[in-house]
């Protein structure tokens, strides 16, 4: 299993993004729970989003509203679409996945892990 995080990039305070995460492997047809971190310059990586393999969403507080994670089965692609990006956006985005979750925001419950892509939310 391979995760690709891509669609980070440089946007205004106020604008949108949004990130692909595509992954080859089994990982849609098996089940597995898909989430968003994140890591801040000098910050410890984050918790952002999650889905589950039957449709189910949550967030960290922080996104509330302005984040949606959605998935393509058709294309074993993950989205976070942002919107009304702050500053404090400004991050490391990561997708990862996991075959079973007690906690979605501990990182160490997620068994595959996508390199990196940069959002920098401008002012």
């Known amino acids: 299993v391979q995760l690709q995080a891509f669609g980070g990039g440089l946007v205004q305070v106020g604008g949108s993004l949004r990130l692909s995460c595509a992954a080859s492997?089994?990982?849609?047809?098996?089940?597995?729970?898909m989430g968003w971190f994140r890591q801040a310059p000098g910050k410890e990586r984050e918790f952002v989003a999650v889905l589950t393999w039957s449709g189910g969403s949550g967030y960290t507080d922080s996104v509330k509203g302005r984040f949606t994670i959605s998935r393509d089965n058709s294309k074993n692609t993950v989205y976070l679409q942002m919107n009304s990006l702050k500053p404090e956006d400004t991050a490391v985005y990561y997708c990862?996945?996991?075959?079973?979750?007690?906690?979605?925001?501990?990182?160490?419950?997620?068994?595959?892990w996508g390199q990196g892509t940069l959002v920098t939310v401008s002012s």
């Open positions: 990862a996945a996991a075959r079973r979750l007690a906690d979605s925001s501990r990182q160490d419950e997620y068994d595959y």
């Open positions: 492997g089994p990982i849609f047809g098996g089940r597995y729970y």
